[in-house]
């Protein structure tokens, strides 16, 4: 037994820790950060004040991750993002795929706990700061609640990616907070004062079905005048999780010191809803509905905003302007909340998207007065516009990776975060982020350190693309439907489609190509041809006389008619796909974006996949193969998705053993080999809520083996769903040759690779 009287104040149990990086924050932009980091050997403190990790992804909010792909609603093909946050949602894709919260925060958990170079500290707040000098931070102090213990936390590096900019704040780093004027930076979005300057927070609810009758009866502070929510006639009792977004407020308020009164209204709403849901006598189905979750924290938007050595702006998304010190990239559109949330007239959200990706700098991922504090998530450098589009999961993740990798470049070199830019090593922070998955738009990697720049490449089989043979099967062309295809420099070929007619009709048929390459927005004419046919079942001869200055993709474009019938294909290939004329309100397309004038913001249309087992391959071929389309020299050709081509090696169908050979002429001491897999990044992946087709997707090569000069197997893989696979040997692999044997997928799709590198011991 202990027994201790002490008549004097006692102090807390105090811990100090030192470490080369601090990163606090747990969400997802400090978890990818701090993985990122101690995946290039130096020491990381991961500091998070909740019991798990995930931030508004986790199970204590729920909302979704989602980037640049935009629920697969907008123009941004091909568009995940890379890098650790992929890892993440592959795993929990295949891990998760009925996208169950609890299991998100697990995986997460998970990762974290596997780097060794980690010590992650849960519930555990960061209160204080010290400085060495006005510039520079020297330690921190955060208390846990579960262990009443306090720590002084120690590093020459800190990353604030604590949401409200906890860090950024007490140091004195210089931020803002709610909406620029219009002036000061030209963006014909900035809002008005009566539509408001801040966006507020959400609360989501779960319910599920009982089996039986269940009664309800609301707390006393519930809501008790539905009317005062605008949106109360259009409520659907199926509803739940984060399709609530809407239920939103505070951006009237500050939303950092009144989150706990934020809360409460929020709590009120929650439960006005749900009692008129059960009560009011309007919704018969929500009879056996309970309330299973109501969210104890609400998911925050908007609070802080640091500034750094360059603030982006509505022009550099909208105009997509290009950075040299480029880190990161976004394509959620510019997503804006009327101040008032739940209580407003307005439509909930006033989103405008760019035609494409934009890039994220550097310079604003680092503190423009505190020397040694790098920002990432929702607080980096950009203004309230701009920020409608950053702030998204999938985005401030990606920037957190950007973070962390430059925080270990600063480690190894001794440098502090703005001296990337000054002492001219942004070009090694862009390299080592792309070999690592990241991918930069307008960006290679340049394989100074990889092997295979010298090999000599060669396949068993190299697929000669011409399109898709019809096999039977027809799809109704009652919306316009085009497929993407991918063409070299040159002459256009002469394409063939199958069609079926059920009566005599018209048929219009263009050809578009896009002026911004990269982009998948069809806003170059290119040819039209019209056909005047018979009923019936034919093939259409397609010539449109034109030319393309550079290799790009094209869209072959069928308009919309009820009377004719398009020949589809279960086959599928790495960077190729069908897209239609669609609508998806969830994103705000309406198959147009139609700005005003004033707004600052492209009209164009949306031109989208559909989601599996949807979104099968037109039938459309040409008359002559595309050579080199996916030649095995792909591999090394530094851009490991779709851009303005495949960017892949793809096998032939109908090879029996796929295969891949890598020869040197002299002997290679190999420590360790990438292999660069297509995960589609062109799925969303949300993390919850939505529900996946498949559990690994249906491009990636699940089993292969490597084989060093002699035949003999060095390393095998079956059950592989990752993008990247990273084969590290204890000792070198001695060899001037090897050779990657692979299954196909399936008998729908090939086997294909984006990249192969090979590093020296």
């Not at 998970?110 to 209160?127: C, R, S």
């Not at 319910?207 to 539905?226: C, M, N, R, W």
């Not at 099967?473 to 002459?491: E, V």
Request: proline residues 4%; aromatic residues 10%; negative net charge.
């Amino acid at each position: 037994m202990k027994r201790e009287e002490f008549s004097e104040k006692r102090v807390l149990n105090q811990i100090k820790l030192r470490a080369d990086l601090v990163v606090v924050g747990g969400g997802l932009s400090g978890v990818c950060c701090a993985i990122t980091a101690a995946r290039q050997g130096i020491k990381v403190l991961l500091v998070q004040d909740r019991p798990v990790l995930g931030g508004n992804a986790s199970s204590e909010v729920r909302l979704w991750v989602l980037g640049a792909t935009s629920h697969m609603g907008n123009n941004n093909r091909w568009s995940r993002e890379g890098g650790v946050i992929d890892e993440l949602l592959v795993e929990n894709t295949y891990r998760n795929p009925e996208g169950n919260p609890m299991i998100f925060d697990l995986i997460l958990l998970d990762k974290v706990k596997l780097e060794t170079n980690i010590q992650l500290l849960l519930n555990t707040a960061v209160y204080d700061l010290k400085k060495k000098d006005a510039d520079t931070i020297s330690s921190i102090s955060a208390f846990c609640s579960q262990n009443s213990t306090s720590y002084e936390l120690t590093a020459p590096l800190f990353c604030d990616a604590s949401g409200d900019g906890i860090v950024g704040f007490l140091s004195g780093a210089a931020f803002r907070m709610g909406a620029e004027r219009q002036e000061e930076f030209g963006e014909k979005m900035a809002p008005s004062e009566e539509y408001g300057s801040l966006l507020g927070h959400s609360l989501y609810f779960y319910s599920k079905d009982a089996g039986k009758p269940v009664e309800f009866i609301a707390p006393s502070f519930a809501l008790q005048d539905i009317k005062e929510i605008p949106r109360y006639r259009s409520f659907n009792a199926k509803e739940f999780g984060c399709k609530l977004w809407w239920v939103e407020y505070g951006g009237r308020l500050d939303t950092v010191h009144d989150t706990e009164k934020i809360k409460w209204e929020l709590w009120k709403v929650v439960y006005g809803i749900w009692n008129h849901i059960k009560n009011s006598g309007e919704f018969p189905e929500a009879e056996n509905l309970t309330l299973e979750w109501v969210g104890t924290i609400p998911g925050k938007r908007e609070s802080r905003r640091f500034e750094g050595d360059y603030m982006m702006r509505q022009q550099d998304l909208i105009e997509q302007r290009e950075h040299e010190d480029a880190v990161a990239y976004g394509g959620w559109s510019i997503d804006l909340h009327p101040a008032d949330g739940v209580y407003s007239e307005r439509p909930g959200c006033n989103q405008w998207h760019s035609k494409g990706i934009f890039q994220i700098p550097y310079r604003s991922l680092y503190s423009k007065n505190i020397r040694n504090l790098f920002l990432t998530g929702r607080i980096i450098s950009v203004s309230h516009v701009a920020f409608g589009a950053t702030r998204v999961m999938a985005t401030s993740a990606y920037v957190g990776q950007a973070a962390g990798m430059a925080a270990a470049l600063c480690t190894a070199k001794r440098l502090l975060p703005e001296e990337i830019i000054s002492k001219a090593q942004i070009a090694a922070l862009q390299q080592q982020l792309l070999e690592n998955g990241h991918y930069i738009p307008g960006l290679k990697v340049t394989g100074n350190d990889d092997l295979v720049v010298q090999a000599r490449i060669s396949a068993s089989t190299e697929l000669q693309f011409r399109g898709f043979s019809h096999e039977g099967n027809w799809k109704t062309l009652d919306i316009p439907s085009a497929q993407l295809f991918p063409l070299q420099a040159g002459t256009v070929p002469v394409f063939q489609a199958e069609v079926n007619l059920l009566e005599d009709t018209v048929l219009t048929v263009r050809l578009r190509g896009t002026q911004r390459a990269g982009n998948f927005t069809p806003d170059l004419e290119l040819g039209e041809q019209q056909f005047s046919l018979k009923k019936g079942q034919q093939t259409l001869r397609l010539d449109f006389s034109t030319s393309l200055s550079e290799a790009a993709y094209v869209f072959l474009q069928f308009e919309s008619n009820a009377q004719i019938q398009l020949g589809i294909t279960e086959k599928r290939v790495t960077g190729i796909l069908s897209v239609f004329n669609t609508i998806n309100k969830a994103v705000s397309n309406y198959g147009k974006q139609s700005p005003t004038e004033d707004s600052g913001v492209d009209a164009f249309e949306f031109w989208c996949p559909q989601r599996r087992p949807n979104g099968q391959n037109l039938c459309v071929q040409t008359e002559e193969v595309t050579a080199g389309l996916f030649a095995a020299t792909n591999i090394r050709n530094g851009t490991d998705r779709p851009v303005v081509a495949p960017n892949a090696w793809v096998a032939d169908p109908g090879d029996p053993a796929p295969e891949l050979q890598l020869e040197w002429d002299n002997m290679q001491y190999i420590s360790h080999i990438d292999l660069w897999f297509d995960t589609d990044f062109d799925h969303p992946m949300e993390s919850v809520l939505m529900g996946h087709p498949e559990r690994a997707m249906p491009f990636c090569v699940q089993e292969y083996r490597i084989l060093d000069e002699f035949g003999n197997e060095v390393y095998s893989k079956k059950g592989n769903y990752q993008s990247r696979n990273r084969i590290s040997f204890a000792r070198p692999l001695q060899t001037r040759k090897v050779t990657i044997q692979l299954k196909h997928p399936s008998v729908h799709v090939p086997a294909a690779i984006f990249a192969v590198r090979c590093y020296k011991a």
